[in-house]
């Protein structure tokens, strides 16, 4: 069976299930305490984080870019980089933004400060970096607000890698409790249609020890 | 004639060189001061960072990576990227490393430090972060040095995108004078061989004002 190494609040581990899931491609979750720094992990992929999928042959496909990249190659039938040459640029320039802009402004900021900072046991959140956090979330909600006023999909006139690298990193901030909907209404509408496809399901039923996501999380029509 | 806006040390925008010259596709350098926050440049970029490749059709990509996929998608000819699955899979897996790992434990330590935070107007540099720096490059130079013993080029058998994403990084720091290639006698022998391919003469004649480079910086048989 083909394995999924994870962590259930890491962005970039939910951008791996969800291609997985809207390939309808089966796999099983294995979680990796990376704060551990387990050897057989590192063996696995030097880089030391997750997602690292490991196919049935034994191919082992570390990261989440490398992942989606991977599986666009082998299994394209149902297509999340887009089809004609301009679409292409267009998922990969937001799979760009959301994994380093956006990674960096917004989630290292809040789920960096409040769940990563305990488990690799580096102390209390900094109030500082926080208010960054939520600062430089309102611009990108924003953003992604503009997107998604001024087309069908993130990236353009299909679903894509683009709209589950965003609703990756939207739904972990979402575990926390981190994301005001009522104040961005057009990303609320867009991240209903994403959360309401198949793919999204494993999500919505993670359990995360010590936080409670709040009632929303998992409301499909919230 | 396509435009590739960019900044002469940036590792980002030398692997874009790096790719269109080895893909013999001509291009123009335009300098991108993006410390200046240019509207008309943000219009391109969101992201207002370089690299930004502008073809003649007007199509924009922006982003070392969305560029690296864009040429191979278009430009096969001189596969870049991997003719293998696996193959693929580990030349975006390196692709990936020096584009995060290399990138925010070395490159943004020292690089960052001695020249974008005297553009960014943001002080001096910190000599704490200087050392983190050159710890870190001994571990990654390190590990270049083990997959130079191990393997022909970087990512295997084959030259690929891998072997430019470290030479951009190397070559940058190398010309603030960071990399004593006494101590790394394998890197230097893989990286020689690099420096000496047609599509890295542009790099070497680099001029940036206020820094001159090490002799050794163009010299072919270092």
């Not at 989606?68 to 004609?84: F, H, M, S, W």
């Not at 301009?86 to 933004?97: A, M, N």
């Not at 290292?108 to 580096?122: A, H, I, S």
């Not at 249609?193 to 919505?204: A, I």
Request: net charge neutral; with cysteine.
């Amino acid at each position: 069976m083909r394995i999924l190494h994870h962590l259930p609040l890491s962005p970039q581990s939910r951008l791996a299930r969800l291609l997985l899931g809207e390939k309808r491609l089966p796999y099983e979750l294995v979680i990796e305490k990376v704060w551990e720094q387990n050897e057989a992990f590192y063996a696995l992929n030097p880089a030391g984080d997750v997602p690292v999928l490991v196919e049935e042959s034994g191919l082992v496909v570390p990261g989440a870019r490398v992942i989606c990249e991977y599986l666009e190659d082998v299994y394209p039938d149902t297509a999340l980089l887009g089809r004609t040459v301009g679409e292409r640029v267009e998922v990969r320039r937001l799979l760009d933004w959301f994994d380093r802009l956006f990674q960096q402004e917004v989630t290292v900021n809040l789920l960096g400060e409040k769940v990563e900072k305990r488990l690799f046991g580096q102390g209390l959140p900094s109030g500082n970096v926080l208010r960054q956090g939520y600062k430089n979330l309102r611009f990108h909600l924003d953003y992604i607000g503009y997107l998604a006023e001024t087309r069908t999909w993130l990236a353009g006139p299909s679903l894509s890698a683009a709209d589950f690298a965003a609703a990756a990193h939207l739904s972990a901030l979402d575990f926390l409790g981190d994301i005001n909907w009522k104040h961005a209404p057009s990303v609320r509408d867009w991240y209903a249609r994403v959360k309401s496809r198949p793919c999204f399901r494993s999500l919505l039923s993670d359990k995360v020890s010590g936080i409670t996501p709040p009632p929303h999380y998992a409301d499909l029509d919230f």
